[in-house]
């Protein structure tokens, strides 16, 4: 699997332009098959010509099969690129086949599910357009109210197994924001009633945004500060978590987890066409700033200019517990750890609020939550909290190996399952001592200089944290060369499994978007694991943790967003994907000075005198 394929259905009305605008999504690709379900049987005149003008358009690139079998023509060829033209001749092909327009009894459900199954299943590049019928009249006849009543269910299902659904009416492209129900009646398929089954845990339905059942209970959270402050609306509607990829006997293998293949940098040649698109842009060149950088260095982590659309952000929150938070360096207790697990898995929490919002999942991931999580949480856990930094390490080098290879395993899972942009978040009260002391240690600062106050910690607190990163610098000083050690010495198993997770991104090639204080710390540690994957790493916000800007001016990254947070969860880097996303839209939406007939910069040398 390519781990990049976008499926697409482009919906729209009678001569609306949206086979041109699908077409035109393949327009990068050698070849192209062209799956058309037009009937060839037809004496239609007119609709003969149609057909014959949508040929014409077609180039030599494309092969065209004639078919109504589309299921099994997608899993001929999954690894060819492929349009379908279009859903509504293929149904009316499919109910002539069962005679049902006079009856109107016609179950079309299996098929549709076949059909879905398949799209779910292509590797390539895949596009499927159909008509939007729902907006016009109901049809006066039984067998167009028929048509009509099976598109719209159609288009639904089908829907739900792409990635990216555009509206084209008038020759405009409308992009439709995924929804928060479930709007296809066809049943699901097996895979994808069970939760634990390597298919159903793919990441192909992540986007599909998750309604938590309507008696999911709030978790009660303690509110060690602000005891009794007033709870959240009771009816809203909440994007739950994603359940992990994998179940037990999947485990990834830890030996040698802390070795990773050289990384190689985004595509430099991509990046220098990308800047001369921007230049050649409708905009003074420059004028969009750092927008205008974010969208070169999308181009040249995607190898290709105009870069595609940002269709399946991910986040991943790792979550754990550490020993050295029994001894008060947060403002609250570290049961939180595990209510916030619920939390996040429920869709309460901050992380899952914004990416709802930003079109991400969310999946929570347990590796040393100091509780039973339930089983599709705790997969890759790894032990029940990590040891207390000040006086011993917090894993052994054994489960620092696995947490690596964890996080690594859950990259490369979303990777192939055609996540473009990846975010680690994390949750686990008094992850802002490790990290702390991670940042005090790689860069040799004072803790004094480095302690911020987390949660919020009071005076009493501050101290007690101060002396805390003291001790475990003092510790983890020892082996600052060894990132493994160092993970180990005092990182704890989810922080390590943040570094495998941040690292293997960069080795396949794929964005991130890093968050605060405690994921930048853990990715200073992957960057010396893996030498060279900041590059693919970009800074969604700063912190106001001052071990924050330190980590950042180490790595050499500049935050997108300012925004007085110090949260997690991965909250701030969620907050900066709007951003990324509208920097893509920028270099692949904006017109040219050619297209637009916009005169250039005047750069002759002009004979004016100056005065
Ligand atoms: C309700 C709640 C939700 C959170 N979400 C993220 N954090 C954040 O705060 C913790 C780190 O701060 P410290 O080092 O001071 O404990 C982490 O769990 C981090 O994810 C939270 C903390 C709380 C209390
Ligand atoms: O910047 C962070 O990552 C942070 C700050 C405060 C609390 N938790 C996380």
Known sequence: ??????????????????????????????????????????????????????????????????TTDLAGELRAAPDIPVIVDDLGSWLTARVDALGGWESGDVDLDPEIADLCDALRGMNADTVVISSEVGLSLVSSTPAGRLFQDLLGTLNAAVAQA?????????????????????????????????????????????????????NAPE????????????????????????????????????????IFPAVTPPDEAVAFTARERQNSLTKPPGSLGRLEEIGVWIAACQGQCPPAPIVKPAV??????????????????????????????????????????????????????????????????????????????????????????????????????????LIAGEMGIGNTTPATVLVGALTRREPVEIVGRGTGVDDHGWMRKTAAIRDGMRRARKVVHDPLALLAAVGGADLTAVAGFLAQAAVRRTPVILDGLVITAAAMVADALAPGATRWWIAGHRSVEPAHQIALDHL???????????????????????????????????????????????DSPADVEIP
């Open 1 to 66: 699997m390519t781990g990049r394929a976008v499926r697409t259905l482009v919906l729209g009305g009678v001569r609306s332009g949206k086979s041109a605008y699908g077409e035109s999504l393949l327009g990068s690709h050698r070849q192209v098959r062209y799956l058309a379900t037009g009937s060839r049987t037809s004496t239609d005149a007119e609709w003969l010509a149609r057909i014959a003008a949508h040929r014409e358009r077609r180039d030599d690139r494309h092969i065209t099969i004639e």
């Open 162 to 214: 792409c990635d990216r659904v555009s509206l084209v009416i008038a020759g405009r492209v409308l992009d439709l924001p995924r929804g928060e129900f479930d709007a296809s009646p066809v049943p699901p398929t097996a895979a994808e009633q069970a939760p634990n089954d390597r298919t159903s845990n793919d990441q192909t339905s992540n986007n599909q945004a998750e309604e938590a059942p309507a």
């Open 219 to 258: 978790t009660a959270i303690a509110a060690t500060p602000a005891p009794g402050t007033a709870g959240p609306p009771a009816a809203r509607t909440r994007v739950a978590a994603t359940p992990v990829a994998a179940d037990a006997s999947d485990l990834p293998d830890p030996t040698d987890a802390e």
């Open 316 to 421: 991943v929150v790792f979550a754990g517990d550490h020993g050295v938070a029994r001894g008060g360096v947060s403002a609250f207790p570290p049961e939180v750890t595990a209510q916030m697990v619920a939390n996040i898995e429920h869709g309460g929490a901050a992380v899952n609020v914004l990416a709802a919002r930003a079109g991400a999942s969310v999946t929570v991931v347990d590796m040393s939550v100091d509780a039973d999580t339930a089983p599709h949480l705790s997969t890759y856990k790894v032990r029940r909290s990590s040891e207390d930094l000040r006086t011993t390490d917090a894993i052994t080098i054994a489960e620092a190996r696995a947490a690596l290879a964890a996080g690594r395993a859950i990259a490369d899972r979303l990777v192939d399952s055609g996540s473009d942009l």
């Open 556 to 602: 050499d990254l500049k935050p997108v967003l300012e925004m007085s947070m110090r949260l997690g969860e991965g909250s701030g880097a969620v907050l900066a994907l709007p951003i990324v996303q509208s920097a893509v839209d920028i270099m692949t939406s904006m017109a040219t000075f050619d297209e637009a007939g916009v005169a250039g910069r005047d």
